[in-house]
């Protein structure tokens, strides 16, 4: 039985002496490669609300359909959210949520959405660089308005 603990004891002593020996060599080109990138990945998470209120483009979208949805938050913040998915025919898919848009009241602004009508997004920075490049998934708006 000692040499089994003596052979698991070199084995493990041997392991940790090859971690210690890759963190001393190459720790600090890790950590200066992989700590500001997964900051910047943070930062991004985090202020994405408002920097999705920076540069705001309309984009003018013919409806095909809208459906209201409810998903989940993920990682960011794990509770679900009422949404409206609306197909357009020139702008893609597009989801609409914010203050507008309740468990309560989903449905009813879903109706909103005519198919053949024209409405108007307004898609921020952070929903057109992040989310749709990074992510790859459909803007999130909470500005809309029908085009008169």
């Known amino acids: 039985m000692a040499?089994?603990?003596?052979?698991?004891?070199m084995l493990f002593t041997s392991a940790?002496?090859?971690?210690?020996?890759?963190w001393e060599s190459k720790g600090l080109l890790v950590s200066l490669i992989v700590v500001p990138l997964?900051?910047?990945w943070?930062?991004?998470?985090?202020?994405g609300p408002w920097l999705n209120t920076l540069d705001r483009q309309e984009w003018k979208c013919e409806v095909v359909s809208a459906d209201p949805v409810i998903r989940g938050g993920g990682l960011r913040g794990g509770?679900?959210?009422a949404f409206i998915v609306v197909q357009t025919k020139n702008c893609g898919e597009i989801l609409v949520d914010g203050s507008t848009v309740s468990f309560d009241n989903q449905?009813?602004?879903a109706a909103t959405f005519e198919p053949g009508s024209e409405?108007?997004?307004?898609?921020?920075?952070?929903?057109?660089?992040?989310?749709?490049?990074?992510?790859?998934?459909s803007p999130t708006v909470e500005f809309y308005h029908r085009v008169s």
């Open 107 to 109: 449905e009813a602004v």
């Open 3 to 9: 040499s089994m603990y003596a052979k698991a004891s």
């Open 42 to 47: 943070l930062v991004l998470i985090l202020m």
């Open 38 to 40: 997964v900051m910047i």
């Open 79 to 81: 509770s679900s959210n």
């Open 16 to 22: 940790n002496k090859k971690v210690h020996d890759f």
């Open 119 to 137: 409405w108007i997004f307004e898609v921020g920075w952070f929903a057109r660089n992040y989310s749709m490049k990074i992510e790859r998934v």
